[in-house]
């Protein structure tokens, strides 16, 4: 096979509704943000070109809806995916227990060779908000979690502030890399 060969690296971000999985795509992909809410309804795509090491990737990162009356995706769509990115919100405790769900869900969907390989990234959102004064998840419990379920790597962000927004995607493309 030919080194010059494009990987093409199928990413995909779940999570509840409004915890800004849309805003940190919009962000990294495209260096926006907006204030307005505007639900996602069912799923759609966007791809982003790196470089990691000596390798051309392409990143295609499957933006999902988090409200429940637009999830129409089949097996099918999880099939093939390199990669899952698990959002929550770090002022929203409900988000934080969900992530089981998403977890859960995504591996019963896709279905990977090796489920407890498969690479997953844990993003806490919105760090911003309040000067981090509303915050209910702390670092701790998070990184908790993670270490619990086969220490996922684990990034605070925030897509309105651009904080850690790029080293989590890098995180992201390469764990994909790895596992493609
Ligand atoms: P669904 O498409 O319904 O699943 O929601 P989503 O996870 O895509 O959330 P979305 O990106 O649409 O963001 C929801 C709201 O939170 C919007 O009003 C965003 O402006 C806001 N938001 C997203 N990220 C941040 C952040 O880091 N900080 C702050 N302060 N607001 C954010
Ligand atoms: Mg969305």
């Not at 637009?70 to 002022?91: H, P």
């Not at 996922?152 to 995607?169: H, L, M, R």
């Amino acid at each position: 096979m030919s080194g010059r060969r494009r990987t093409l690296l199928k990413v995909i971000v779940l999570g509840d509704s409004g915890v800004g999985k849309t805003s940190l795509m919009n962000q990294y992909v495209h260096n926006k943000f907006s204030q307005q809410y505007k639900a996602t309804i069912g799923a759609d795509f966007v791809t982003k070109e790196l470089q990691i090491d000596d390798k051309l990737v392409t990143l295609q990162i499957w933006d999902t809806a988090g409200q429940e009356r637009f999830q129409s995706l089949g097996v099918a769509f999880y099939r093939g995916a390199d990669c899952c990115v698990l959002v929550y919100d770090v002022n929203v405790m409900r988000s934080f227990d969900s992530l089981e769900n998403w977890h859960d869900e995504f591996l019963k969907q896709a279905n990977p060779a090796d489920p407890k390989s498969f690479p997953f990234i844990l993003l806490g959102n919105k760090i911003d908000v309040d000067g981090g004064n509303s915050r209910v998840v702390s670092e701790k419990k998070a990184k908790e979690w993670c270490a619990a379920k086969g220490n996922i790597p684990y990034f605070e962000t925030s897509a309105k502030e651009d904080y850690n927004v790029d080293p989590a995607f890098f995180c992201i493309a390469k764990a994909a890399l790895a596992n493609e």
